[in-house]
């Protein structure tokens, strides 16, 4: 399939959520080239690794939030090592999963449900963390010391943003209950 010519799109395929399409679910492929590619680059910008960044782009692009190894090479023009190396990375971070076609040996590669929410609610796990070894640093340091004012200065910061991270995302499944989603 070229990039650069409009396909028709059908339920289910790799397409996108509408985005670029005129009349009829048609697609501009150069339109969504472009933005996976754009979003690939932000992504890798915030420190995804580049490649795990374009294969989630590309996934988040497809209606069905699903696509195989040669569905991803083909679409971003990419080997199946590549894929692989992007798809173990993604499974790393939780932000993708295997699932087996039913009546195949392929495998296709799947967006995690409620995406954006479970990838950042993993981080006040972290947040926790960093909250932990830091006043184990102020303590080891010295807490009259100027390192040591500096970790517990830290660890009071990550507290702070661990409880205001709880409670955004507690509001957060009620605005998305309210509107009738998760």
Known sequence: MRHDEPVTTTPGAGGSGGEGRGEGGERDEADVARYIERFA???????????GARVFAALLAADSASMTSAELGETLQISPAAVSSAISY????????????PGSRRDRYCLQDELWYATYGERDKLLARFEVILREGARALGPETPAGTRAQESAEFFAFLQAEFVGMMARWRARRGAEGGV
């Open 41 to 51: 680059a932000e992504l890798t910008e915030a420190g995804m690794q580049r490649m």
């Open 90 to 101: 993604l499974s790393g971070l939780r932000m993708v999963h295997r699932v087996r076609e």
